[in-house]
Structure formats: structure tokens, C-alpha cells
Nanobody, 130 residues
């Protein structure tokens, strides 16, 4: 049973910080790239960040670059998204997903899209508001 559980969302003020976690089980974690997506009301699901299977390759959407940091702890089968200097437009439900090992490398030239990932979990909501 493949599971990905995103957690850590909540209410944060503009300019503040928040760290999301994605705990996984049921698949060979070290063989998969893990990505973060988000979806706001009325908008399509968009890619935010991606970390390759080894943790070396990383990709960030332009909106996240310089503010967000993605990392993974392979012994714990867990991925993190550190969100700094958050903005109201970061408000969304955040999802983590698992895909082919080199998906982040592909994203660097082709973009990060939800249909390139195989396994999904329930999202965690993030609200940025004063």
C-alpha cells in the first residue's frame, strides 16, 4: 500500500516561515524523485519543487526559487519543503508526489507537471494571511 502523507500546513503571516513534511511508505523510496505541488481555488495544480532520488538534483519553480528549499532524508523515507518569506499568493493545498528517479532532471528543461508522477497523497493546506 503506497502512502504519502503531507503535514505541517497551517496559518502563517506574510514574510514568515513554514516547513512541510512528506512521510512515505509502501515503495522503494530511494528509487523515486519526490515533488511538491500546490493548488489554489480556481487554479490548476502547479509544480513547486522537486528533489531527485539521491537528494542531489533539485528543481524549483520560478515562484519558489530563492524562498523555498526542498530536501529529503532517505533513511526516514521523508521529504521536506522549507518555505521562507511566504506571500499571500502561496496560499494553497500542498501535495507531495513520487515519480521516476530522473523526473527532476526532466523538469529542469520541460517543467514540473502533475501528470508525470505516479503516487500521490492527501494535501496539507497552507494559508498566508495577516
Amino acid at each position: 500500500d503506497v502512502q504519502l502523507q503531507a503535514s505541517g500546513g497551517g496559518l502563517v503571516q506574510p514574510g514568515g516561515s513554514l516547513t512541510l513534511s512528506c512521510a512515505t511508505s509502501g515503495f522503494i523510496f530511494d528509487d523515486y524523485a519526490i515533488a511538491w505541488f500546490r493548488q489554489a481555488p480556481g487554479k490548476e495544480r502547479e509544480g513547486v519543487a522537486c528533489v531527485g532520488s539521491s537528494g542531489e538534483r533539485k528543481y524549483y519553480a520560478d515562484t519558489a526559487k530563492g524562498r523555498f528549499t526542498v530536501s529529503r532524508n532517505n533513511p526516514k523515507n521523508t521529504v521536506y519543503l522549507q518555505m521562507n518569506s511566504v506571500k499571500p499568493e502561496d496560499t494553497a493545498v500542498y501535495y507531495c508526489a513520487a515519480g521516476p528517479a530522473r523526473r527532476c532532471t526532466v523538469a529542469a528543461t520541460s517543467g514540473l507537471y502533475y501528470y508525470g508522477f505516479d503516487y500521490w497523497g492527501k494535501g496539507t493546506p497552507v494559508t498566508v494571511s495577516s
